[in-house]
């Protein structure tokens, strides 16, 4: 008789660790700002928060996503010609010529750095054939990040009734934006030289937070009647970023320093697995199945506060496991709700043997 063997295996593995919780408050901290959130930013994990699912104008932090969109859409190498309408758009402007060309990747600089909305528009009209266009693009965009309380209608960041954001959705724009190594060293840098770079003119970032605070590496300024001053900043702590987004926030700057020196204060990072470390093991047909994860896993932590990490595993798997097929994830938990998951895989295979039974 062959009869097909089930493995069955305990559903949750629970074991307590040390772990920053979703959100978390070390200390109370009062932040002069209508939205505020900090926010890891490989993780996605939230050190604090203050209206962060408010939907709110953000004015030229907008731009974030502009630079998100062309620099998965857009051909940075292509010489753009400045329209007539990117020269008429109200407000800061970098001070392009009409017919001007000006390369896909110096609009950047001039979206990032000078706040250009002049650069905006030719990004748009290039990218999007019209700025209608881009919006649907970025719309779309933001959905499939997760960023589902956006909504945009320019590429600027104008005061319009139809564009605005959440703080959350902003930081994940930004966390998202951040994995583009362009992206960084723009937003990073304090000055382009137009020679060096071949561009038609220099760049002056006027984002000052990159001189006030230690390692900031970013991102954007802005500022309308409508959304006041805002301010979205990310900064290296011990090699891992971490992004601020003050809105509505008259002290852009003090408050973002008073955040920084929060998080500072009470956070440290710490590593719970190496990337293919044993996280779990399971007994299959009475061979040992090693579940690992694909990456380090390394997590901003809240100084002396303890968190449960669950192992989620189905109750039963069928044969064959392949290498590498995900069978549930970690979990990590505080006060009973999911902060951080992240997926677990086998490291090793169980082949389809058959097993034969004699009676």
């Not at 953000?58 to 859409?73: D, E, N, Q, R, W």
């Not at 909305?117 to 881009?134: C, K, L, M």
């Not at 959350?168 to 840098?189: Q, R, S």
């Not at 669950?310 to 097929?325: A, N, T």
């Amino acid at each position: 008789m062959i009869k097909k063997k089930t493995i069955s295996i305990i559903l949750l593995t629970l074991f307590i660790i040390n772990i920053l919780t979703n959100m978390v408050y070390a200390k109370s901290i009062d932040v002069d700002a209508k939205a505020a959130i900090v926010m890891d930013s490989k993780s996605k994990i939230v050190l604090f928060e203050k209206n962060s699912e408010m939907i709110i104008p953000m004015a030229s932090t907008t731009k974030i996503m502009t630079a998100l969109v062309a620099l998965k859409y857009g051909n940075l190498d292509k010489k753009v010609t400045i329209s007539k309408n990117a020269v008429s758009i109200r407000g800061s402007k970098v001070g392009y010529k009409a017919n001007e060309n000006i390369t896909m990747k110096e609009l950047l600089y001039g979206l990032m750095f000078r706040s250009g909305n002049d650069a905006a528009i030719a990004i748009a009209e290039d990218v999007g054939g019209s700025v209608q266009g881009f919006a649907k693009i970025m719309n779309e965009y933001a959905i499939s990040i997760g960023a589902i309380n956006s909504h945009f209608e320019t590429p600027h960041g104008l005061d319009s009734e139809g564009h605005y954001c959440t703080a959350y959705d902003l930081a994940l724009i930004t966390a998202k934006a951040k994995e583009n190594k362009l992206f960084n060293e723009i937003v990073g840098c304090k000055d382009a030289d137009g020679n060096a770079m071949g561009f038609s003119r220099s760049y002056h970032n006027i984002n000052k937070i990159l001189n006030e605070i230690p390692k900031a590496n970013g991102v954007k300024t802005g500022f309308t009647g409508k959304a006041g001053k805002c301010l979205v900043t990310s900064v290296d702590i011990n090699g891992h970023d971490v992004i601020f987004v003050v809105l509505n926030c008259t002290p852009r700057w003090k408050e973002t320093i008073k955040l920084y020196k929060y998080v500072s204060e009470n956070f440290s990072y710490k590593k719970l697995y190496s990337k293919n470390q044993t996280v779990d093991e399971v007994v299959v047909s009475k061979k040992k199945l090693r579940l690992v994860t694909d990456k380090d896993i390394v997590l901003p932590f809240e100084n002396n506060k303890q968190y449960k990490v669950k192992m989620s595993l189905p109750k039963e798997i069928q044969k064959p496991v392949r290498e590498h097929e995900i069978l549930g994830k970690l979990e990590l938990f505080n006060e009973n709700k999911l902060i951080y998951d992240v997926p677990l895989e086998a490291k090793n295979k169980v082949d389809n043997k058959k097993w034969f039974f004699l009676k």
